[in-house]
């Protein structure tokens, strides 16, 4: 490739031609602020907080830094007294129809507006007050809500609904003053073909989308003599949490988050890594099955709820090869509100499940139907990894001062195996090390080309003298791709891993913020999801088969993986959506 | 949330829709295909409702929103039909300063319906325009092909029984 010679702020450094003003800024080392911008997501130079002055020979003028290209020789200032006015101005104009109500907003301190109004000293937000639109809050949707009073119409959740997603059930409706991000007629989110994902949530910029939350109900249950409270954290939160009290991108955080939960009060810290050993058991038993008796294939895993919920509005021609296994958020309250409750002598209707979860998707799994093995709801409260921060925080706890605890025993018990469900690939080389091990006796444990972050992989494996070919994929415009060429035949997968988000759910929705100026250049899939792999190779035992608490359930309760009682209480049903219910 | 649904019922025929499916057909695999489809299907219908924009999301795999989103991008497209009286009252400079504005004011409510709208009986329709060349009687309105000038607020309830 072509380099080219820039001098940015006085400092010459040659880039490949195509390069934009703000990664050479970057390089460096420069920051150009943005708001709209999404690294090949959302390259529409729209907001106008990127304005850099930029001389190609005629004079300095100011242009969007985030799409516009180096030339050769340019000289680029990204911090002169013009630039830093006409970002002032247009943070003041932004301000002047924000709904500016920081002090309690669930993104205060972590808001991109907010931190640019800072750093650029914007005293007077209202110095271009005049009218304001006025937006009912949509909180139609199970997982979240959107206020539109606080858009700042950067359109990012519009481009990951559409592009990273394949889906667009939100965009931009009417124009100019009158423009607002909302789904078609004005129908409620809940009333649309959305997955629940929570992308639009981790990109949004500022409070104007955020889950729905639940922290009170859950206090209100700890504080209730009568209740036992359980919760249950799912592999990606270890990863991501830290995040949260500042811990730099990538930090286990395993034992603090065990020791946060004990002392916000929940009775057990159980792992919703033990039910991702159950579902393996499960769901290797349903493909084995499949294959020998000539069932439905290829079988596509069903842990990830937004992927369902597509699948069902998407392709509905295709629910019979998802796999009937609950997700193991679901597993984990059914076995708790069964086994575990017969165990201890606990009625069912006294365990209040609730569950930390990556994910915003999981909020609406709760209240889905065939999700009550008990007959009562198998969990009760998904609340985020974000919600879980804030929980911590708000109690007073010193979480970076904690030490590390371990989970109760014994649905605290879990595996290497059960730990990478959390990144991409995970669900699928956990399921192989069984399938394999029990088809051949064999052990491989590291299965290196499942692994990393891209969107689309797939790998064939000789089991027993059979061929079986697999595919992992992630974010669901990917998924797209991958149905649509099993739909034509151009594809013959047995087996399909599929998450709902980029990366898996070490990104889900319900992940800590990452601001995008951070996200543009780091790919947090990626430093997150190698806390998993550490510590699936650190770990004693990394096959789901060999969990003993996973053995005991089994001998003590079920019988054997595919069992009745084990299709009863783990296994669920589907319904057929469309995607235009009007 | 309310929902910009039209509350006028949905009266399209099968001819209609296989004109559209056509149309579709014809067009879908081209490059900005949605303007030009839009722009049938609202010769076909008249107007641009639900129905119409489901049928072209269905059938071209193009999300319902992104089409709603064109739609109320571009004034000649319209959600709502067209009564069978349409009302237009003139937001021009003279009629305006004349008081029209309060003339259409108390037609939406009256009506039940904001400017652009169809009441749900089908009959009324009301549009703003702009000078229609009659400023010496303003403020004016017309129905249909009837023009109506020198008006008062309260003028508005007898225009309205005329035709009702």
């Known amino acids: 490739m072509e380099n080219i010679t820039v001098k940015i702020n006085g400092v010459e450094l040659e880039v490949p031609k195509g390069t934009t003003v703000l990664e050479a800024a970057h390089m460096a080392g420069f920051e150009i602020p943005t708001l709209c911008y999404m690294k090949e997501i959302n390259e529409i130079g729209a907001c106008r907080i990127c304005v850099t002055e930029v001389n190609e020979g005629r004079g300095f003028r100011l242009v969007a830094g985030c799409v516009y290209p180096c030339s050769n020789n340019m000289e680029v200032l990204t911090n002169s007294p013009k630039v830093i006015a006409s970002r002032k101005r247009t943070l003041e104009l932004i301000l002047s129809t924000h709904d500016r109500k920081c002090l309690s907003c669930v993104r205060s301190g972590n808001c991109e507006l907010q931190k640019l109004a800072k750093e650029y000293g ?54 100019g003053f009158k423009t607002y991000i909302g789904s078609a007629f004005d129908m409620g989110l809940g009333e649309t073909s959305c997955v629940s994902c929570g992308q639009c949530i981790s990109v949004c910029p500022v409070g104007a989308i955020a889950e729905k939350d639940y922290i009170q109900p859950v206090l209100e249950a700890i504080a209730d003599p009568e209740k036992v409270v359980l919760v249950e954290t799912a592999p990606a939160v270890r990863a991501g949490l830290g995040e949260a009290f500042g811990l730099p991108i990538g930090t286990n955080v395993e034992g603090k988050m065990v020791a946060a939960l004990r002392r916000l009060g929940f009775d057990k ?83 209040v499940m609730v569950s930390i979860m990556p994910c915003t998707a999981k909020k609406f799994e709760i209240g889905r139907d065939d999700q009550n093995a008990a007959g009562v709801a198998d969990v009760d409260f998904a609340l985020t990894t974000r919600e ?86 992630s974010g669901l415009a990917n998924a797209r791709k991958v149905l649509d060429m099993v739909k034509s035949g151009e594809a013959d997968y047995q087996f399909i891993e599929i998450m709902a988000c980029p990366g898996g759910c070490v990104n889900g929705g319900g992940q800590p913020q990452v601001a995008m100026g951070i996200r543009n250049f780091v790919d947090i899939r990626a430093e997150r999801a190698k806390v998993l792999y550490d510590i699936d190779k650190a770990m004693p035992v990394r096959q789901s088969h060999e969990n003993p608490a996973v053995k005991a359930i089994y001998d003590e309760f079920f019988g054997e993986p595919g069992s009745h009682k084990a299709h009863e209480i783990l296994h669920t049903s589907y319904v057929k959506r469309k995607v235009n219910e009007i | 949330m309310n929902s910009a649904k039209s509350t006028v019922p949905f009266k399209g025929t099968p001819e209609q829709e296989a004109e559209l499916l056509k149309v579709i057909e014809e067009k879908k695999n081209d490059k900005g295909a949605l303007m030009p489809i839009l722009q049938k299907a609202q010769e076909i219908y008249g107007y641009l409702p639900i129905e119409v924009q489901a049928i072209i999301s269905d059938n071209t795999g193009i999300p319902l929103e992104k089409i709603y989103g064109v739609v109320t991008f571009y004034a000649q497209f319209s959600l709502y039909p067209k009564g069978e009286y349409t009302i237009s009252v003139c937001l021009g400079t003279a009629c305006y300063v004349k008081g029209s504005g309060d003339i259409y004011n108390k037609l939406q409510e009256k009506l039940g319906i904001a400017g652009g709208e169809c009441t749900p009986d089908g009959k009324f329709s009301l549009d703003a325009c702009r000078c229609i060349g009659a400023c010496g009687l303003a403020p004016v309105l017309t129905v249909n092909e009837d023009v109506y000038g020198r008006l008062t607020v309260d003028d508005v309830e007898k225009i309205i029984a005329k035709y009702a």
């Open chain 1, 269 to 351: 810290v159980f792992d919703t890594d033990f039910a991702a050993d159950l579902t393996i058991m499960e769901e290797a038993t349903e493909f084995l099955d499949r294959v020998k008796n000539g069932g439905k294939l290829p079988l596509i895993t069903s842990c990830s709820p937004g992927w369902i919920k597509f699948c069902e509005h998407y392709y509905p021609d295709m629910t019979e090869n998802l796999s009937s296994c609950k997700s193991p958020q679901q597993m984990f309250g059914a076995c708790a509100k069964t086994y575990y409750a017969e165990k201890m002598g606990i009625d069912p209707k006294n365990i």
């Open chain 1, 388 to 473: 879980l921060g804030r929980m911590i925080e708000r109690a007073g706890i010193n979480f970076l001062g904690l030490p590390d605890e371990k989970f109760d025993e014994p649905l605290g018990i879990s595996t290497g195996a059960a730990v990478i469900f959390g990144a991409t690939g995970g669900v699928m080389e956990a399921a192989l090390r069984t399938a394999i091990f029990t088809l051949e006796g064999k052990n491989v444990i590291d299965i290196p080309e499942l692994r990393g972050t891209e969107g689309i992989k797939e790998a064939t494996y000789k089991v027993a003298g059979m061929d079986v070919k697999v595919a992992v994929v």
């Open chain 1, 122 to 175: 914007v005293e007077d937000a209202g110095v271009y007050d005049g009218v304001k639109n006025e937006y009912e809050v949509d909180s139609s949707a199970a997982h979240m809500y959107r206020d539109n009073n606080k858009c700042i119409l950067c359109r990012r959740c519009v481009a990951v609904c559409s592009k990273t997603q394949g889906i667009g059930v939100i965009g931009a409706n009417e124009r």
